[in-house]
């Protein structure tokens, strides 16, 4: 694994392997993030030790400083900490920039993705069906609110359902709902047939032991239908933290006109700074952002 380093001049230079470890970090942490849109503040979880630790370093390294927000989409996210950002062109294609390591997946069902979340962006299932996280890449959600039934839909494993569904029409046992089914098919009723088999996921999943629909807890069926975010994202990339002040300027980054590879026209340039704050002040964060 390589990685970068602040020369004299200023500028980041490839330098020797950094060994990213898991070590106690015994102290809470508060992170600003500036912008010329406002400052977010965010706190990191102690649960994802891994994507903590290396955010630290990376931020006590001025590492993030003077990188772009360089992908852009309303109602969805915005990432930065692509290193290549720094001196890009306009016309630059950016994204593709690395540290030289990833990080193990620390996916849990307790952090979602709702407004604010700070997760590590990372290459698809095709090529990374571990899910490892980018060492350096990271977004924070956007998104946009929910109702009850859109949300329920969001969690479903379309694919997974199917497949069990028509496993278990073709038995006997399972005439009537068959017949059902079937018969709105014929009449076109596809909205009908997708109903009917929402009604039946518990059903199924009994039947063949299978997961295939992830539950929302109370706390976080109201973050998405209230602040919003983007819950079709869970359990695929690891959140490691979340933003607690300063929401509003997610919306005025997100709300900027980009080309047509999502990059700002107007570069949007960020500043880090990490502080040690007192855990009481963490657990006052929580409770006014609803995230115990």
Not at 19 to 43: C, E, N, P, R, Y
Not at 237 to 245: C, D, P, R, S
Not at 269 to 278: A, D, H, L, N, V
């Amino acid at each position: 694994m390589s990685g970068c380093r602040n020369s004299s001049n200023g500028l980041w230079e490839k330098d020797k392997e950094v060994d990213v470890k898991v070590s106690q970090i015994d102290h809470d942490f508060l992170v600003t993030i500036s912008t010329d849109f406002g400052d977010m503040k965010a706190i990191l979880y102690k649960d994802t030790p891994l994507h903590r630790e290396n955010f630290v370093k990376l931020v006590k390294q001025h590492y993030y400083d003077s990188l772009m927000f360089h992908r852009v989409m309303k109602n969805f996210m915005i990432q930065g900490g692509d290193p290549e950002s720094r001196f890009a062109d306009d016309d630059d294609d950016l994204g593709r920039g690395e540290i030289g390591y990833t990080l193990p997946s620390e996916i849990t069902k307790s952090h979602d993705h709702r407004k604010g979340a700070l997760a590590m962006a990372r290459k698809g299932d095709d090529t990374n069906p571990e899910r490892n996280s980018s060492g350096c890449q990271f977004y924070i959600v956007d998104g946009r609110t929910w109702n009850k039934s859109d949300l329920i839909d969001s969690r479903i494993d379309h694919i997974k359902l199917y497949k069990y569904f028509e496993m278990m029409v073709k038995e006997s046992e399972y005439k009537k709902i068959a017949t059902a089914y079937y018969t709105m098919g014929n009449d076109g009723d596809q909205q009908g047939q997708k109903r009917l088999m929402r009604k039946c996921i518990p059903m199924v999943e009994k039947k063949y032991d299978v997961t295939l629909m992830s539950r929302l807890s109370p706390n976080q069926l109201e973050a998405y239908t209230t602040i919003g975010g983007a819950p079709f994202l869970d359990q695929k990339y690891t959140v490691f933290g979340q933003v607690v002040e300063g929401l509003e300027v997610i919306d005025a980054i997100a709300k900027e006109k980009v080309n047509r590879r999502n990059r700002p026209l107007d570069n949007i340039r960020m500043s880090i700074k990490i502080e040690e704050i007192p855990n009481a002040k963490i657990q006052e964060y929580l409770e006014h952002n609803n995230l115990k």
